[in-house]
């Protein structure tokens, strides 16, 4: 019987589309001037497709951060939001980082302006901050240590049991977090709003389609979905699940375009986009600011590029720092 709460509409299944590989014109532009230029795509998993096919490196915010730390370019083009392309600034500072839209921001940066932690901060002069990766620089540079989805559990677990910790900005991460390590922490109040669409009854209602698919959820959904996953993890320890895991079709709660990136890497396998109460996909309005187009153009003309003071990058690149060393 059907929830009359849900509405119907047709489930999105993806299944790797060899047709899909041939590049086009821009495409092949795009590779040309990235050589010519010594420059280098960093790309998030949640991109579309034409983006994952140009890119060199495609992965989660842990795995985009680590290689922006490592990499020789002399360009850095990211494609994804703009927080994530201020980590690969703060880490490379001498180095130009362009974004193709540099209005591609976060609903969960934007939940946490600087000011406001700040003036927590004064109030509690003895708060430890971790910050989720998705948040801007100016709240980086007053926090304690950085995490992201793929390693928030390993940091929070090695501070200090003395410490009080405040958890910015997501609290469904946190709430996640706290789950898994006992260790109590105070919660901003951010979420993302593409994740929290996911509903109980949505995921209930893909589950009786595909009653045999495991359930992948990012730890960004609300806890009543979180509770129905087979497993809660970052957008990277998705792949390596369903890689690992026997079965063949899957159900994956996140942003949409994680099924490229799923798809091409698992051929045999497909991937059931999690509806939320309204659609059976869930793209990021922000994620999906970058276009081919605007990529090509950032990369002929060298802009839009990511600045930030110095005084914020000394003061961001510690965190970064620690979170990169402890995990
Ligand atoms: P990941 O680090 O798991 O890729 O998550 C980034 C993000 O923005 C999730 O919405
Ligand atoms: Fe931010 Fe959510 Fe978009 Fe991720 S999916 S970039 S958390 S708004």
């Avoid at 109030?123 to 980086?140: E, F, G, I, L, Q």
């Avoid at 063949?248 to 709660?253: A, M, N, S």
Wanted: one cysteine or more; a negative charge; aromatic letters at 6%.
């Amino acid at each position: 019987m059907t929830d009359p709460k849900v509405k119907q509409f047709d489930l999105q299944v993806f299944r790797h589309n060899p047709d899909q590989l041939k590049l086009n014109e821009d495409q092949n532009e795009i590779l040309n001037l990235k050589k010519e230029k010594n420059a280098v795509i960093l790309c998030h998993n949640y991109q579309i497709d034409q983006i994952q096919q140009v890119a060199d490196y495609i992965g989660d915010s842990l795995g985009l951060a680590r290689q922006a730390a490592e990499t020789n370019a002399d360009i850095i083009v990211f494609c994804g939001v703009h927080f994530m392309a201020e980590t690969a600034k703060i880490l490379n500072p001498q180095k130009k980082v362009l974004l193709p839209d540099l209005d591609a921001g976060c609903s969960l940066s934007d939940s946490c302006p600087a000011k406001q932690l700040e003036d927590y901060k004064n109030k509690n002069p003895d708060t430890y901050v971790v910050a989720y990766v998705n948040c801007s620089a100016d709240v980086k540079a007053l926090s304690d240590v950085i995490c992201t989805s793929g390693n928030a559990v390993q940091i929070v677990n090695q501070i200090p049991a003395d410490k009080e910790i405040l958890f910015v900005p997501d609290q469904n991460l946190g709430q996640w977090v706290t789950a898994q390590t006992g260790r109590p922490m105070k919660l901003w109040p951010g979420s993302c709003y593409a994740h929290v669409l996911f509903t109980k009854e949505s995921i209930e209602r893909c589950r009786l389609e595909f009653p045999n698919a495991p359930v992948v959820a990012h730890p960004e959904c609300i806890e009543s979905v979180r509770d129905l996953a087979d497993e809660v993890c970052s957008t990277e320890k998705m792949v390596t699940f369903c890689k690992n895991n026997s079965a063949e079709t899957f159900i994956i709660l996140t942003e949409t375009g994680m099924m490229h990136r799923l798809t091409r890497e698992l051929p045999d396998k497909a991937f059931v986009a999690g509806p939320t109460g309204h659609c059976a996909c869930n793209d990021c309005r922000f994620m999906k600011m970058n276009t081919l187009p605007k990529l090509l153009d950032c990369l002929r003309n060298e802009t839009p590029e990511i600045t930030l003071q110095p005084s914020t990058i000394d003061k961001a690149k510690l965190p970064i720092a620690k979170m990169l060393q402890w995990s």
